[in-house]
């Protein structure tokens, strides 16, 4: 069983991940079944947590950043915890009653308190391990419980988890979990098929990715792009954003921009990443692994502090792309990775150089293991 929260893309995508890996590749010992931890709540308390984590994120970032900070006290952590468990656990021992899982993957630590309840008084035998998502610096809520196992995506993580006391056994170091898919580059005969499926021409491709809910500043980021003119073509996903899909394609429709392609939440995001040059994102975990994975020079523009800082410091302690946050500057990133290929190719190598994996496989091999 994979347990995960809808409060962005980075905790269902490792879950889907494995779940699809384990069910293509050892389909002969082991079944998997995902659940949504708030499947069967409230409205109002998807709201809270669904709907205002992408609230937070994409227009108040700053409150975003302050509430994760006071979550760091222990009281608060404590209360909060309490309240997702309340929330979360009727549900989640009803689908553990009757899946009867052997193992939970808990992909989300406000699942963790509820689920570890639920199996010491299930009677039953039921192993379960945290798949902490994010691989550097993962909230602290992780580790309320130090007495669990732990798969972390860093020996970064994994000494800071020493340090806080949680015994060595309990961690599983192994490499990021993206989708299977992502461990196999595109071919160009495949590109070139999919360029011409997308309505792209042979120019460059810039697309703007920011997970599953969007790219905050999304607007201003394709206007400051529009100023290369004929340099470049845009593919812009605004994910669950219908707020941003509706204005990008009103801007679109009313200055005739061809070059420009709008999607909205869609599953050929390897495709998408697979035939562009270069993407601006935001610094979630999983869309930067599948950008490096896939060889292409991310430009980041927005991260999470401190749930992202870790990302953007490996990649730019590996120069492996480029952290602007002024958008009026983006253009000019965009212009010189374009028109400067010895410049592009510096940080196309140093990925190269990092041999990033994917762990979907090794991780999937460990939950069977245990």
């Not at 550097?136 to 993580?157: G, Y």
């Not at 219908?242 to 061809?258: A, D, G, R």
Request: hydrophobic residues 40%; proline residues 3%; charged residues 25%.
């Amino acid at each position: 069983m994979f347990a995960y929260l809808r409060t962005g893309g980075g905790h269902l995508a490792p879950a889907r991940a494995l779940s699809n890996y384990i069910n293509a590749e050892m389909s002969l010992t082991a079944a998997t079944v995902l659940v949504d931890g708030l499947e069967k709540s409230n409205a109002f308390s998807k709201l809270v947590i669904e709907d205002g984590y992408r609230f937070l994120q994409n227009k108040a970032n700053r409150l975003y950043e302050f509430i994760y900070l006071v979550h760091k006290i222990k009281p608060i952590a404590w209360i909060s915890t309490l309240l997702m468990s309340i929330n979360t656990k009727k549900y989640l021992s009803e689908m553990i009653k009757n899946e009867k899982p052997d193992t939970i993957v808990i992909l989300h630590f406000f699942l963790i308190r509820p689920i570890k309840s639920i199996v010491k008084n299930s009677g039953r035998k039921i192993e379960v391990v945290s798949v902490v998502t994010d691989p550097f610096t993962p909230h602290p809520l992780w580790f309320l419980d130090k007495e669990q196992r732990f798969v972390i995506f860093s020996n970064e993580l994994k000494k800071h988890c020493l340090r806080i006391g949680i015994p060595e056994k309990n961690l599983k170091v192994l490499p990021f979990v993206i989708d299977q898919k992502y461990s196999k580059l595109a071919d160009e005969k495949n590109k070139e098929a999919l360029r011409a499926t997308f309505g792209f021409t042979n120019k460059k491709i810039v697309l703007i990715l920011g997970g599953g809910d969007g790219m905050p500043g999304g607007e201003k980021i394709v206007r400051s792009l529009l100023k290369l003119n004929g340099k470049i073509e845009i593919a812009f996903v605004a994910g669950k954003n219908k707020e941003m899909f509706n204005n990008i394609s009103l801007m679109k429709k009313k200055n005739s921009i061809e070059r420009l392609k709008l999607f909205g939440f869609v599953d050929h995001i390897y495709e998408l990443i697979s035939v562009s040059d270069i993407i601006i994102t935001k610094c979630g975990a999983s869309t930067l692994m599948e950008i490096l994975l896939s060889q292409k020079v991310p430009v980041v523009n927005r991260y999470l502090w401190e749930q992202e800082k870790g990302n953007v410091d490996f990649l730019l302690r590996h120069k492996m792309g480029i952290y602007e946050r002024r958008i009026e500057k983006l253009a000019e990133e965009v212009e010189r990775l374009i028109d400067e290929k010895d410049y592009y190719t510096k940080y196309v190598n140093n990925i190269v150089k990092q041999d990033i994996t994917n762990g979907v496989g090794k991780v999937a091999e460990y939950i069977l293991s245990l």
